[in-house]
């Protein structure tokens, strides 16, 4: 639905998995079903299951045989697929962006443009709110969050500030927030540093780097050799990691070399170079400004 969610760099991502029209093939964020449409048109025999953890999702469901929803978070892939008997698949599409349908909901504290609760669940049924994480944590967690997941060198007064109003008053709205970042915010980079501050949040309430790793490491299991791994980032964490895995199987360091030097890693890179929106896209969707697409192939 164009309304919930327009899907960034779909005509590449789709080329990039090389759809069979008998495969299978996983959409691990289905939004507002943009991409898994796209893919259930060259599907003829084959199947796609797709995950969304949002119930809001479900709203976008399309009446259409060859396709399975999942009502639940990506890092559990493998499990589900063995449930739905598909142990092996063909391709893999992840579009970590948060849909835009969450950012323009001003009921779900996502963006700080709406004065409302501090929540920034994806999954509502979690327990886990952007208030608890602001009300309960410890003023060196919330440091990290911030310097690690928002990649702001003033973490560390963020958490100050945040620390001196709660012993004052419970934190319960974006408003009340916004006031406690004032002396931080730059006049001229006001949205910018909000924007930073809003992520590390939103990626510690979903514990979105945790569940991409998980993600990432069943991939190399679950993929039919030859089957592609498609992934479209928007933040530089996210990208490392992607990169990283691509690259070196693992998240950090180097692989090991066997006697002849040689490495083995379960992917081969497909696209060398990074591929990006274009003009007309951005202007089109300014989500697809930061947009990454790599893209991958099981050896």
Request: hydrophobic share 35%.
């Amino acid at each position: 639905m164009e309304h919930y969610h327009t899907p960034v760099l779909l005509e590449q991502s789709i080329d990039g998995l090389s759809i069979k029209p008998d495969g299978t093939y996983v959409d691990c964020t289905f939004g507002g079903g943009g991409h898994s449409r796209a893919i259930l048109e060259k599907l003829t025999t084959g199947k796609l299951i797709a995950f969304d953890q949002d119930q809001d999702a479900w709203n976008n469901k399309p009446n259409n045989d060859r396709l399975i929803l999942v009502q639940g978070n990506f890092r559990y892939l493998r499990n589900y697929l063995r449930y739905h008997n598909a142990e092996k698949v063909d391709g893999i599409l992840a579009d970590l962006g948060v849909s835009s349908h969450h950012f323009d909901d001003e009921t779900r504290g996502f963006s700080f443009r709406f004065d409302t609760g501090l929540d920034m669940r994806m999954n509502q049924a979690a327990e886990l709110t952007a208030e608890k994480v602001l009300n309960e944590y410890s003023v060196d967690e919330l440091k990290t969050i911030f310097k690690v997941y928002g990649e702001l060198n003033t973490g560390g007064r963020i958490a100050g500030f945040i620390d001196r109003f709660r012993k004052q008053q419970k934190i319960e709205t974006v408003e009340q927030f916004k006031e406690i970042l004032k002396p931080i915010l730059p006049p001229k980079a006001q949205s910018k540093v909000l924007a930073q501050v809003f992520q590390a949040l939103r990626i510690e309430v979903n514990q979105e780097m945790e569940a991409l790793k998980e993600m990432l490491l069943q991939t190399a299991l679950v993929l039919n050799p030859g089957g592609r791994l498609v992934v479209i980032t928007y933040h530089s964490l996210e990208d490392r990691l992607v990169k990283n895995y691509i690259k070196n199987g693992m998240f950090v360091g180097e692989p090991e070399k066997d006697l002849y030097g040689n490495i083995s890693v379960p992917f081969a890179t497909v696209n060398r170079k990074i591929i990006v929106p274009d003009e007309e896209e951005i202007l089109r969707n300014s989500r697809a400004r930061s947009a990454k697409l790599r893209i991958a192939e099981r050896i």
